[in-house]
């Protein structure tokens, strides 16, 4: 009944359409929110977490809630992954769009990695991991990574997964940082 539960409102999710509530917010708390909402499950499977963040990144223009829900749920991939302990890493970086640098905020990115050293993801596997209903586990949906591509596409931003089994995944999240006058969407 809770599987079936958990799918129905999964389905639900990916079927709505999504409703953004943006506004700038400090992706680093952000990202210290969420890490420290998975500590005790990653302690309890011997998993270090490490935070590799940037005090040059400020504030974002993203819709917060959805955005914890991503990192949430790439999180909780990796633990699975991870079943004899290991290391999750997340890593917050500024990027520069176009040629030259330049300084113009419409031109900024972040680009968020969460990286694990665990098992891997089969090479066939890694370009249907976004397909709705797709699922390597017993009791997986087959929707969260498709909700996760969801919200990041209405952030107008990218994810990429690079993957070798037996070594680790590094999922990279790409997001504009928008600006102030953007703000409150």
Do not use: C
């Amino acid at each position: 009944v809770e599987r079936l539960n958990r799918v129905i409102g999964q389905l639900l999710e990916f079927a709505r359409p999504m409703e953004m509530n943006r506004r700038l917010t400090s992706i680093n708390e952000v990202i210290r929110h969420t890490l420290k909402m998975i500590e005790g499950e990653a302690r309890e499977k011997k998993i270090d977490i490490r935070a590799d963040l940037s005090p040059d990144v400020k504030d974002v223009l993203i819709d917060a809630d959805k955005i914890k829900q991503v990192l949430l749920n790439l999180y909780i991939n990796s633990i699975g992954a991870m079943e004899k302990g290991g290391t999750l890493l997340v890593s917050l970086v500024p990027l520069w769009r176009g040629r030259g640098g330049g300084s113009s905020q419409g031109n900024r990115m972040i680009r968020i990695d969460v990286s694990d050293t665990g098992k891997g993801i089969n090479e066939k596997d890694l370009t249907r991991i976004f397909d709705p209903y797709f699922t390597t586990k017993p009791s997986g949906t087959g929707l969260g990574l498709a909700i996760v591509y969801r919200i990041i596409e209405a952030h107008d931003g990218e994810i990429r997964v690079k993957s070798t089994s037996g070594k680790g995944t590094t999922v990279s999240v790409f997001l504009p940082t928008g600006t102030a006058s953007e703000g409150q969407s």
